[in-house]
């Protein structure tokens, strides 16, 4: 009864239109429930659409079916990016996908995020974890910069910073197209002064974010997604780890140019008198 009362209608017929194989209980071989995503994607609806009003952008980048890499800069202190991002998939491509993202090890230790988490294939970051999801066509979410990303101050917004190398040696090893994205906004979302270190410690955080208003709250501000053209990188993942640095420099470059542009935009989108605010 609850889900009747909760859920919105794209966010079923989406949900609805999904390649993974729900079995008559409404679960798929991960455990990934259909009811649950129906209530996870209902609650991030409004935030996407009104809250956030995101704006996508490139999105035919993203393949309809078959396996799949979205990978992105991180930022503003809360995962906003991740849920939003996730929230595009779904209900901003004309092939609905459900983007599975490898969540930080410490949220899997908070019991009832733990279970929502891997209801809604939100899995703990392990390689053999991503794998199995990759060879299964499934679609993943990657911020290589992890708690990195999300824990840059104001002051380096949009500067990003040092990448993992795993993914893209999972990428060749499953022959798996990489799709760049970069989000703006999230920055200005969460401008984020300091990291409240000792009450991150109580519950397990790497960070709890201090704003310039004090709350670690997201401001209403709009926020874009800007999509680009797929990357392949031909080999094993067993390459030297010259060859690899050289495929993440691109892919960062890659991201580093699509945030620029997304910059741009915003800018000029602030002077037509589209948007509030601006990125500086």
Known sequence: MMSEVLVDAQVAEAIRRLEIPFNRYGLDPYGISRDHLEIFFS???PFYRTYFRVRCFGQEHVPATGRVMVVGNHSGGLPVDGAMVLASLLLGLESPRLGQGMVEKFANRWPF??????????????????????EDERCL??????????GKLYRDRYKLVRFGSGFVRLAMKTKTPIVPFAFIGGEEAIPTVRHLKGLAKV???????????GLPLPLPVACQIFYGEPLVFEGTGTETDDVILGHVNRVQDAIAELIEQGRDWRRGAVERGELEGGVR
């Open 113 to 134: 995020v733990s279970h929502w988490f891997s209801r809604v294939g939100q899995f703990t970051g392990l390689p053999e974890h991503a794998e199995r999801l990759l």
């Open 43 to 45: 609650m991030l609806a």
């Open 203 to 213: 519950i397990g955080a790497p960070y709890i974010p201090l704003t310039r208003y």
């Open 141 to 150: 979410m990657v911020f290589p910069e992890g708690a990195r990303g999300t």
